[in-house]
């Protein structure tokens, strides 16, 4: 269907209804609240009370707007006895009643509570302005309590611009699409590449171990070789020279030594024709103190 205007009515062909006004401004006015004042709607805590203040403000919802030109008045039911609940203050556009207010959404009651879901469908739409949390047996609201959602564009949000910026959602969907399949396509071609590396690299280590494995096993045997090679050979001369030794002076040499470490009394000396034994030497010059004392020297 193509709708079309504002044009004059001639004889009340040109009806418009307060829709299509709406409509019409919510093509370039966005929702939210007005960024100027920086209180615009800011809801403020009573005193001593179960009662809240909306600061003046102006929103819009959908290209219909709502004026708050003085501090209004919101009072809430005072906590329970045993659980806590989560308040949400709400503009809330009706389109069944006509209008357009700022409410209470009373929360559910529950030891861990969450605020109340906003209502966006053909018979209403809301937009947060704050959160309360309202605990058992509270009798007065702090500014304590008192979540600001206005800065969030999910609940509620600035009407920064009164023009919306362009809608890239579309353009940026496509490139997303094509980013997840130029992902997905080159995730792929990596982990193809990736495996082939590996396996090239697993495989060229292997082998490197085998030349190396071959190489050492090649090293051992040849230093194996050589060092029985040594050994038969020392073992051959060690033989001929063992009988050389028992035959010549070195050989005798050696056996005397043999001799005098095994000899039951070594060490005897022979000094002026006396053989002594064990190399001790009488010295008439020292006199043995036993003897002395018993007048034999």
């Known amino acids: 269907m193509i709708k079309f205007g504002m044009f004059n009515s001639i004889n009340g062909d040109r009806r418009y209804k307060a829709e299509d006004f ?16 920086s209180d615009c709607l800011q809801v403020m805590a009573g005193t001593n009370e179960m009662k809240v203040i909306i600061r003046p403000g102006k929103a819009w919802i959908n290209g219909y707007y709502l004026i708050n030109d003085e501090n209004y008045n919101l009072s809430l039911a005072v906590g329970d006895s045993t659980l806590n609940r989560i308040d949400r203050i709400v503009i809330r556009l009706d ?30 739409y809301e937009l947060a302005l704050a959160d309360i949390y309202i605990a058992k047996g509270a009798l007065t609201v702090s500014q304590a309590v008192i979540t600001d959602t206005r800065l969030n564009n999910n609940l509620c949000g600035y009407m920064h611009n009164p023009i919306y910026q362009v809608d890239t959602t579309t353009i940026f969907n496509q490139y997303q699409g094509w980013f997840n399949n130029y992902s997905v396509t080159k995730e792929a071609e990596f982990l193809k590449w990736q495996t082939n590396v590996t396996t090239a690299l697993e495989a060229w280590i ?9 190489w050492r096993q090649a090293e051992e045997a040849l230093y194996y070789t050589w060092l029985q090679g040594r050994k038969d050979g020392f073992d051959a001369w060690f033989v001929t020279v063992k009988d050389i030794l028992n035959t010549t002076a070195d050989g005798n040499l050696l056996n005397k030594f043999n001799d005098h470490e095994d000899a039951s009394m070594p060490h005897k000396m022979l000094v002026n024709g006396k053989v002594y034994k064990y190399g001790l030497v009488y010295n008439p010059l020292k006199k043995c103190m036993t003897c002395i004392m018993k007048g034999v020297i």
Do not use: H
């Open 22 to 37: 709406a409509q019409y401004f919510a093509t370039f006015i966005g929702n939210g609240i007005f960024v100027k004042p």
């Open 95 to 124: 389109f069944l009643l006509r209008k357009m207010s700022v409410e209470v959404k009373k929360g559910t009651l529950s030891a861990s509570p969450v605020a109340p879901t906003l209502k966006r469908d053909a018979d209403a």
């Open 206 to 214: 292997d082998a490197q171990e085998q030349d190396f494995l071959a």
